[in-house]
């Protein structure tokens, strides 16, 4: 007697953005569509993907019709803050809600930042991951060559790159949705990444990261999160994640290993980057020589690489 194993059903969401030439998203953003509609084809019969976007009413003209469009989002970080610049960047809540009602049935959520591209077997090695029994995963992108395009795709598969410490993918129970604790962080700025995180380490029973897969990955290295373009954003952000950290670990009270993972994210918060004022609950920002100098090496790579 042959057993025939349930179907897994992925919804697989981002946000992608109409942007001009200027952005490296222009670049990015079609090589992303396409590697997940290969990816989906690819995926073997165990699996029903289903590929969905969440975009503003002047996002529309640029998503393939192989998308399921879910309701234009009503509003965006300029709602929820006051900013001397004008962004329009959604709020992950908004994201994963609308991953949900794309289909409550699904049994996980995918998340990915609209720049990361996936390898033809990327759901197939979700499947194996989470048949191992994790409830969550995040897998780390690889960062490849900036040289590479559309017409290179089979090259850009090929290449391995390096791996990269960010996080920006993210795969959670469709249940988790409503359990996640992410406040008005905002996509499109710093700490999106170790806010799903957090809440991974505080909700799930057997979360895995993986940093070293071939899976998925980002042509060049934008530096991202060196720009101050968006610095008043990541202040916002950072803040959340401060209200979020406290929250969680008050929840977590009885579990040490989940409040020592969640005291290391406010500990990595508290040693990395410009730092708002102080709160009742977070010291001032005082950043050591060690610190510094580190800040100014990733400075110094950016620039290395953008002469590549």
Excluded at 69 to 87: A, H, I, Q, W, Y
Excluded at 168 to 177: E, H, K, L, Q, R
């Amino acid at each position: 007697m042959v057993l025939v194993k349930k179907k897994i059903k992925l919804t697989h969401i981002i946000n992608p953005v109409a942007i001009g030439p200027a952005s490296d998203l222009y670049k990015a953003q079609p090589i992303t569509f396409e590697t997940m509609r290969r990816a989906k084809a690819f995926a073997s019969p165990e699996l029903a993907v289903k590929l969905v976007s969440v975009q503003y009413p002047e996002d529309h003209e640029i998503i393939p019709d192989y998308f399921t469009r879910c309701p234009d989002l009503e509003r965006s970080v300029m709602d929820v803050g006051t900013f001397k610049k004008t962004r329009k960047l959604p709020l992950l809540q908004d994201i994963l809600n609308a991953a949900k009602g794309a289909d409550p049935s699904a049994d996980y959520i995918i998340y990915t930042n609209v720049d990361i591209a996936l390898l033809p077997q990327f759901y197939d090695f979700v499947r194996e991951e989470l048949e191992k029994g994790h409830d969550a995963l995040v897998i780390n992108r690889r960062t490849i060559h900036k040289a590479f395009d559309m017409d290179s795709l089979a090259q850009a598969y090929s290449a391995i790159g390096q791996k990269h410490p960010g996080f920006d993918c993210f795969i959670v129970p469709t249940s988790y949705i409503e359990k996640l604790r992410l406040g008005t962080i905002c996509i499109g700025a710093n700490w999106i990444g170790r806010t799903f995180y957090a809440n991974l380490c505080a909700i799930a029973k057997n979360p895995k990261v993986i940093t070293d897969a071939h899976a998925t990955f980002h042509i060049g290295e934008d530096g991202a999160w060196l720009t101050t373009d968006f610095s008043e954003f990541d202040y916002h952000n950072k803040n959340e994640l401060y209200t979020i950290l406290e929250h969680l670990k008050a929840n977590c009270k009885e579990d040490v290993s989940k409040g020592q993972q969640l005291e290391a994210v406010k500990a990595f918060m508290d040693d990395y980057g410009n730092t708002p004022p102080p709160t009742d609950f977070r010291p001032a920002y005082n950043p050591s020589r060690k610190v510094l100098l580190k800040k100014k090496i990733k400075e110094i790579v950016k620039i290395v690489l953008n002469r590549e």
